[in-house]
């Protein structure tokens, strides 16, 4: 079985404060991969970036980065000088062959952003 | 904007009653899958379909059916409508199929509402 754990159900920062978003994984497949998505107020979900389990690199795209860490099975978000429009909620997932050829989401954090 | 889109965006109906959802995945993806995102459950992952084929199951109770067309737009059926049946119900596509992890491109989404 697979799951995907977002401890944090809603964290509060003001704008341009630094923020991380938690994720962790539980899987027993050695190749899965791990996807960020946002679902703003409008409701749909954005696709933010994908990794996957051979490349433990962590990325960095504008303000956005992610750090992928098998040894503790984590795969945390990260917004720099954060702002209002980053206001939502975000998921992580999981997808893995063992874990039924599915998307698996954690829970969501709600990240609200004030000036 | 993904490139995934559905139809209708909101639908409004009582107990009892049957309706369908639609879904164009974007082009050139073979891949459909169908979520249920409701307060309780979470994001749960329904069924994938590939080129017409039923790939993945999830947790998509009896009363509803999913197809996916020989132009690749896919239907997903609600029948014998309850209350907690009342949730956004998310249409995805990728390129690939069982087993590949593509990048799930997520549509608008419809929200259905049991009254």
């Known amino acids: 079985a697979q799951k995907v754990t977002q401890a944090q159900t809603e964290i509060s920062v003001v704008e341009k404060e630094d923020v991380t978003l938690d994720c962790v994984y539980e899987t027993r497949d050695t190749t899965y991969y791990l996807f960020w998505y946002k679902q703003p107020p409008s409701g749909e979900l954005v696709f933010l970036i994908r990794?996957?389990?051979?490349?433990?690199q962590n990325e960095i795209s504008g303000r956005y980065s992610w750090n992928f860490q098998k040894s503790t099975s984590s795969f945390n978000f990260t917004i720099t000088a954060s702002q209002v429009v980053d206001s939502a909620v975000y998921f992580c997932a999981l997808f893995s062959t063992g874990g039924g050829n599915k998307l698996t989401f954690g829970t969501g954090t709600q990240l609200k952003v004030e000036l | 904007d993904s490139g995934v889109t559905q139809t209708p965006k909101h639908l409004i109906t009582a107990t009892g009653q049957r309706v369908t959802l639609r879904c164009s995945p974007r082009s050139g993806d073979l891949s459909v899958y169908w979520y249920q995102q409701s307060l309780d459950q979470g994001l749960q992952f329904l069924i994938q379909?590939?080129?017409?084929?039923?790939?993945a199951k999830g947790n998509i109770l009896e009363r509803f059916s999913a197809q996916q067309f020989p132009d690749l737009h896919s239907e997903l059926n609600l029948s014998s409508l309850e209350l907690g049946d009342s949730a956004l119900y998310f249409c995805?596509?990728?390129?690939?199929?069982?087993?590949?992890?593509?990048?799930?491109?997520f549509g608008p989404g419809t929200r259905l509402t049991v009254l």
């Open positions: 990794r996957n389990s051979f490349d433990e």
């Open positions: 995805a596509s990728s390129v690939g199929s069982r087993g590949v992890s593509d990048t799930q491109y």
């Open positions: 379909y590939y080129n017409g084929e039923e790939r």
